[in-house]
């Protein structure tokens, strides 16, 4: 319980049977549930841990800016090992100074010829660390508030990504909630978010979900370590399904209080 185990289990169990990240369209793989149903199955999960539930709805708020506003091309690199099971996604907005007043961020994505170069640190990140994916927003024109923020699909394994350590939380503990820093990490973009960005067949490797940024390749090197492996795992045991209706919450999410 104190070591706040990711519940690798419970994600094993639930990519068997199809309900990691129902809403993901029929087209790219999975289920194509609606969002009634992909509610239903968190809050079913929910009822046993809520730590687990996290990973269904966590994927759907990582996916959702890609399955609104991004290309075809972002959407068949990304979607489909979301829905094999094989990639998690996590949704990256917050900041210290930012949490109530999202448009006051700080992260900024500055173009370097080619390259949409992302700096910053976002904060309470759920599933940081463990997700493969992470759907950051950053400031690509200062002066505009929240129409001057663009949206980029960074990976956890490229140069300049990094995680802080796990925040020590009262429950949901299975869950890993850390700050995500971005040094130098090269995002990607599909065209320039004012509408002028490379003609579809000029674009290298577009990554970005916002349909206005630009397509950057990938930045071969960066000062800052990342992380590559999950994080050091907790205690939720396997008994905890088998708790009375009136107490199902499994170990990790339950407080420990120091």
Known sequence: ????????????????????????????????????????????????????????????????????????????????????????????????????????????AVRDGDHWVLNGTKMWITNAGVSDYYTVMAVTDQGRGARGISAFVVEKADPGVSFGKPEKKLGIKGSPTRTVILDGCAGAGDEDHRGRGQPASRRRSPRSTTPGSRSPPRRSASPRARLTTRPAMCGNDASSAKQSATSRACSSCSPTWR
């Open 1 to 108: 319980m104190r070591r706040a185990r990711f519940p690798q289990e419970a994600l094993d169990a639930l990519t068997a049977a199809g309900l990691h990240a129902v809403h993901i369209p029929e087209a790219f793989g999975g289920e194509g549930a609606d969002a009634l149903a992909a509610a239903i199955v968190i809050e079913e999960v929910a009822r046993v841990c809520a730590s687990s539930s996290l990973i269904p709805a966590v994927n759907k708020l990582g996916t959702v800016p890609l399955l609104l506003s991004g290309s075809e091309e972002l959407k068949r690199k990304y979607l489909p090992p979301v829905a094999r099971g094989e990639a998690l996604f996590s949704y990256a907005l917050s900041e210290a100074g930012a949490g109530s007043d999202a448009a006051a961020m700080k992260t900024r």
